[in-house]
Nanobody, 120 residues
């Protein structure tokens, strides 16, 4: 089994910054893509940013230039640095990871989510 645990959410004023972390643990052989999604109340869950095992990254247009995704493969952790936050960034942020387990079973795992609230 594999678990993903997010941290770093909270309340921040508009224009502020937060850094989210998502650590994977358990029966891990290799992690491929790691992504961050967000879901605001009454809206669908949207992809915010993704990073491949090769280091490539992709961002939603709404966060380009403000958010940066990165990963530390030695720690099985993905980060989301969020700068210049806006009220419309308020949402539950959830990470996922495409994992090959030690038994060579491949599956996408999800974290439990962390709340980010941008408000004055």
């Amino acid at each position: 089994q594999v678990q993903l645990v997010e941290s770093g959410g909270g309340l921040v004023q508009p224009g502020g910054s937060l850094r989210l972390s998502c650590a994977a643990s358990g029966s891990i052989f290799e992690i491929y893509d790691m992504d961050w999604y967000r879901q605001a109340p009454g809206k669908q869950r949207d992809l915010v940013a993704s990073t491949s095992s090769g280091g490539s990254t992709n961002y939603a247009d709404s966060v380009k230039g403000r958010f940066t995704i990165s990963r530390d493969d030695a720690k099985n952790t993905v980060y989301l640095q969020m700068n210049s936050l806006k009220p419309e960034d308020t949402a539950v942020y959830t990470c996922n990871a495409d994992v090959l387990s030690l038994n060579r079973y491949r599956k996408t795992y999800w974290g439990q989510g962390t709340q980010v609230t941008v408000s004055s």
